[in-house]
């Protein structure tokens, strides 16, 4: 059975796959390090409605996966969770500071894919099935006439 979310106006059922490094692929994430990057993780998670499926800290990436709400982007959340941690953890830390001069603990980029329960062809199908023509048109996105 389907375990959708809801909100107040909607029902989702929204997951995302992010992967994120740190600068230069540094291996800086053990120890406390790691302990505090996993729980400050947790923390903006729960502030946020970001349920947390999964998650593994490595010396030099972190993976998450995660179920968010629709009032979010993924690139939002990405915002979130590596803007908040970069800021906490290199206020404490004075070895980070040092290793990463200038305010910045991860690097630019990020790895975001999503999941779900059905693939592209099932959508693609189903759309197509809907009422009206059954003619796919130049760009795949058909208008009805009714």
């Not at 994430?29 to 970001?50: K, S």
């Not at 305010?103 to 199908?125: C, K, P, Q």
Request: glycine residues 4%; contains cysteine; hydrophobic residues 35%.
């Amino acid at each position: 059975m389907q375990n959708y979310r809801t909100t107040s106006h909607s029902k989702y059922d929204l997951k995302v796959h992010l992967v994120w490094i740190p600068k230069y692929r540094k291996k800086v994430l053990y120890g406390e390090t790691a302990v505090r990057t996993r729980d400050l993780i947790r923390q903006i998670c729960q502030a946020n409605d970001i349920q947390i499926i999964e998650g593994k800290v490595a010396s030099n990436h972190i993976h998450i996966f995660i179920s968010y709400p629709p009032y979010f982007s993924v690139s939002k959340i990405v915002q979130l969770l590596k803007g908040k941690t970069s800021h906490k953890l290199l206020s404490e830390n004075k070895i980070l500071r040092k290793a990463f001069w200038g305010n910045h603990l991860w690097a630019r980029g990020y790895f975001a894919v999503s999941s779900g329960n059905i693939t592209d062809e099932m959508i693609m199908e189903y759309i197509n099935q809907q009422e009206g023509e059954n003619i796919r048109a130049e760009n795949n996105f058909q208008i009805t006439n009714q």
